[in-house]
């Protein structure tokens, strides 16, 4: 079974600068997250939906950074424009059903630095 | 802040010998607790759960231990090998949403 698959791997921008990341999740997983993790700590969820409605966004800085998953599968988080503290690595996630009822499989993450 | 968080950043613990991770809650209407391990480069991978209507669940070399009183779960792995070595989250579920707290980094001395 194919894993949830994220690209970039890399991606190094000056501040100002756009950039977006693209998530495959797992076939046939309902549910989909967006986690920022910042060196030194644990993953922090930026973005939830449900096939493709939103659950929670509320951590989301909804003044530079976009999500959308068209289609209930494929999604992309947009940052813009990127400000320093936005570097850290991008983590997509999927699951079956919801967070309360099995694990989520998480991709090896988009890791973004801005300069 | 966070509400879930780790007693210690890090762990060295010898080959062959057991190792123990803690981490204490605050959320006492979490039902659900999830432990990862995150090796570098990679993307948290799920160890085991448990549910807040259990104490202790046991996989293979792991045991995770639940104490509702005090608001605290401990990752158990027993005869830890190289491969062991990364870091630990333990996640919880409230309302649906999973939390991660800062993570232990356990090194496995040869």
């Known amino acids: 079974e194919a894993g949830v698959a994220q690209s970039p791997r890399y991606k190094i921008i000056e501040k100002r600068q756009s950039v977006a990341f693209w998530c495959n999740p797992i076939?046939?997983?309902?549910?989909l997250y967006w986690y920022q993790q910042i060196l030194g700590q644990g993953p922090k969820l930026l973005i939830q939906f449900q096939n493709n409605g939103v659950v929670d966004d509320s951590q989301l800085p909804k003044d530079r950074f976009s999500a959308e998953r068209l289609k209930g599968v494929d999604s992309t988080l947009k940052i813009q424009p990127a400000k320093l503290e936005d570097s850290a690595v991008y983590l997509c996630?999927?699951?079956?059903?919801?967070?309360?009822?099995?694990?989520?499989?998480f991709g090896e993450g988009s890791r973004l630095t801005v300069l | 802040g966070e509400s879930v968080g780790l007693h210690l950043p890090t762990l060295s613990v010898q080959e062959g010998d057991n190792s123990i991770i803690n981490c204490a809650y605050s959320n006492s209407a979490s039902d659900y607790f999830i432990w990862y391990k995150q090796e570098s480069g990679k993307g948290p991978q799920f160890i085991i759960d448990?549910?807040?209507?259990?104490d202790k669940r046991q996989g293979q070399r792991v045991t995770v231990l639940l104490n509702k009183t005090v608001k605290h779960l401990s990752l158990q792995i027993a005869a830890t090998q190289p491969g062991d070595s990364a870091v630990y989250f333990c996640a919880e579920n409230n309302d649906y949403k999973l939390s991660f707290g800062a993570g232990t980094t356990v090194t496995v001395r040869a």
């Open positions: 076939s046939g997983h309902a549910t």
């Open positions: 996630a999927s699951s079956l059903q919801g967070a309360n009822t099995g694990e989520l499989f």
């Open positions: 448990i549910r807040s209507n259990m």
